[in-house]
């Protein structure tokens, strides 16, 4: 079917990457058979990025989606689809980080993903499970030899691009002093009541671009609240342009990304 290209941002390790994505996360989690099914779907009207990651629980079915997807023509090679995963606080380790990539990799039946990302800059007992966890289980973080790791994978090829997820300016900053590779993506919470100016700034100046989750605020989700969707201002912008809230929020973030970050 025709679909409406969705712009690109060139990463700073030379690949694109699509600026709208499908997350992956989602609680209570459904069978992989129907997680399958809706993104093989997601596949059919369009998405060619979508966002997982190690403790989401949703990497196999994602990747038996992108088999799928092939399969039946929606889509003609791995190369048409930009995957995300991101490694797990449990294996935030010089020692651990490839065997986790690895494990990834195998769930999601590719011999690359096009982005990986340290999901928190934070690192927990290999024991724990989920996110049932306390202080206790926080245990020291070794963010110079971590990134070490990210970056072996990164020259191995088994990432295209590498990343960290939700660190601030601060934890960004140590990683830099240490860093031969420069992370190509900052993933972080960003939505028009929570715009990140300082540190989308501060990325800027790095060549680091600001990817976004919950960019609708987590609207109607377990958590976060309605401060985008319900927004009085959103919401007359949305209907002089006979577009819905979600849809104008898209249309601002992709115009600024594509301005600023290209």
């Given at each position: 079917?025709?679909?409406?290209k969705?712009?690109e941002?060139?990463?700073n390790?030379?690949?694109?990457?699509?600026?709208?994505?499908?997350?992956?996360?989602?609680?209570?989690?459904?069978?992989?058979?129907?997680?399958?099914?809706?993104?093989?779907?997601?596949?059919?009207?369009?998405?060619?990025?979508?966002?997982?990651?190690?403790?989401?629980?949703?990497?196999?079915?994602?990747?038996?989606?992108v088999?799928?997807?092939?399969?039946?023509?929606?889509?003609k090679?791995?190369?048409?689809?930009?995957?995300?995963?991101k490694?797990?606080?449990?294996?935030?380790h010089?020692?651990?980080?490839?065997?986790?990539?690895?494990?990834?990799l195998?769930?999601?039946?590719?011999?690359?993903?096009?982005?990986?990302?340290?999901?928190w800059?934070?690192?927990?007992k290999?024991?724990?499970?989920?996110?049932?966890?306390?202080?206790?289980?926080?245990?020291?973080?070794?963010?110079?030899?971590?990134?070490?790791?990210?970056e072996?994978?990164?020259?191995?090829?088994?990432?295209?691009?590498?990343?960290?997820?939700?660190?601030?300016?601060?934890?960004?900053?140590?990683?830099?002093?240490?860093?031969?590779?420069?992370?190509a993506?900052?993933?972080?919470?960003?939505?028009?009541?929570?715009?990140q100016?300082?540190?989308?700034?501060?990325?800027?100046?790095?060549?680091?671009?600001?990817?976004?989750?919950?960019?609708?605020?987590?609207?109607?989700?377990?958590?976060?609240?309605?401060?985008?969707m319900?927004?009085?201002?959103?919401?007359?912008?949305a209907?002089?342009?006979?577009?819905?809230?979600?849809?104008?929020?898209?249309?601002?973030?992709?115009?600024?990304?594509?301005?600023?970050?290209?």
């Amino acid at each position: 079917m025709e679909t409406n290209k969705v712009h690109e941002v060139i990463l700073n390790s030379g690949e694109k990457m699509p600026l709208i994505g499908l997350g992956t996360a989602t609680s209570p989690l459904p069978s992989n058979e129907t997680l399958t099914s809706i993104l093989v779907d997601a596949i059919d009207i369009g998405y060619r990025h979508f966002d997982t990651a190690s403790i989401y629980g949703t990497e196999e079915p994602l990747g038996q989606a992108v088999s799928k997807a092939l399969e039946v023509g929606l889509i003609k090679n791995r190369d048409e689809v930009f995957i995300t995963s991101k490694l797990w606080c449990t294996d935030t380790h010089h020692d651990l980080v490839l065997k986790a990539l690895k494990t990834s990799l195998k769930k999601l039946r590719l011999e690359y993903v096009d982005l990986y990302l340290i999901h928190w800059p934070v690192r927990l007992k290999q024991d724990v499970e989920g996110f049932n966890f306390t202080g206790e289980d926080v245990i020291p973080f070794d963010i110079k030899g971590t990134w070490k790791a990210m970056e072996d994978c990164y020259r191995l090829g088994l990432a295209k691009s590498i990343g960290v997820s939700n660190f601030g300016i601060k934890k960004l900053s140590l990683l830099l002093e240490n860093a031969t590779v420069s992370p190509a993506v900052n993933q972080v919470e960003m939505n028009p009541s929570w715009q990140q100016g300082k540190l989308r700034e501060f990325c800027m100046q790095k060549g680091i671009h600001v990817c976004a989750w919950s960019p609708l605020g987590a609207y109607k989700v377990f958590w976060g609240s309605n401060a985008v969707m319900k927004n009085p201002i959103l919401q007359e912008i949305a209907a002089a342009r006979k577009k819905s809230v979600a849809q104008m929020d898209t249309r601002a973030r992709d115009k600024c990304n594509c301005e600023k970050l290209q």
